[in-house]
T-cell receptor, first 113, second 116 residues
Framework: GNSVTQMEGPVTLSEEAFLTINCTYT??????LFWYVQYPGEGLQLLLK?????DKGSNKGFEATYRKETTSFHLEKGSVQVSDSAVYFC????????????FGAGTRLFVKA | DGGITQSPKYLFRKEGQNVTLSCEQN?????MYWYRQDPGQGLRLIYY???????QKGDIAEGYSVSREKKESFPLTVTSAQKNPTAFYLC???????????????FGSGTRLTVV
């Protein structure tokens, strides 16, 4: 079945550091891939997405590239801010999963001033 | 503005009591979902619905029930059969296409349920 694996947290960085959160997936079809962000006490928000191989999703300085050859969708940001502190979830969806989205376990990011 | 509204934000349940969590969306989305999130954990799917008057069990449906009488509404009832209901509950919706939920989910702000 489909699955998503992302790096365990927490990840602690200083402000303006480079961020990478790794995400790999297993899927039988041709999934769409997503990154969601959850701030404390809130629901998840869609951060970015990519629907086919080699697509790059981007938003608010975050980027992720759909790599079919390595089945990966790593999240990157060149310079993090304290306000980026949150939990980040990688996810996939395709028709073989019955239109359900499979979420990774989440990676908590702390950014220090 | 379009979105998903969950209510209440906080809910307290006594032992043996049924409680219902509300979820309403004005996005005209086809599908709706309920997830449970425990502290420091990921999301676990409780129930989902792709069309009105139809819904399917997710991975942890035992002790929960849902209805989908209107496209906009997907209430979740936590029954007394759910032995450990304390958690953060998230409702979501999505447009469906032939390739799955390619547009992603819109989430509500959640309901925190505590057993007292």
């Amino acid at each position: 079945g489909n699955s998503v694996t992302q790096m365990e947290g927490p990840v602690t960085l200083s402000e303006e550091a480079f961020l990478t959160i790794n995400c790999t997936y297993t899927a039988t079809g041709y999934p769409s891939l997503f990154w969601y962000v959850q701030y404390p006490g809130e629901g998840l928000q869609l951060l970015l997405k990519a629907t086919k191989a080699d697509d790059k999703g981007s938003n608010k300085g975050f980027e992720a590239t759909y790599r079919k050859e390595t089945t990966s969708f790593h999240l990157e940001k060149g310079s993090v801010q304290v306000s980026d502190s949150a939990v980040y979830f990688c996810a996939l969806s395709d028709e073989t999963g019955g239109f359900k989205t499979i979420f990774g376990a989440g990676t908590r990011l702390f950014v220090k001033a | 503005d379009g979105g998903i509204t969950q209510s209440p934000k906080y809910l307290f349940r006594k032992e043996g009591q049924n409680v219902t969590l509300s979820c309403e969306q004005n996005l005209n989305h086809d599908a709706m979902y309920w997830y449970r999130q425990d502290p420091g954990q990921g999301l676990r799917l409780i129930y989902y619905s792709q069309i009105v008057n139809d819904f399917q069990k997710g991975d942890i449906a035992e002790g929960y029930s849902v209805s989908r009488e209107k496209k906009e509404s997907f209430p979740l009832t936590v029954t007394s059969a759910q032995k450990n209901p304390t958690a953060f509950y998230l409702c979501a919706s999505s447009i469906l296409s032939g390739a799955g939920s390619i547009y992603g989910y819109t989430f509500g702000s959640g309901t925190r349920l505590t057993v007292v």
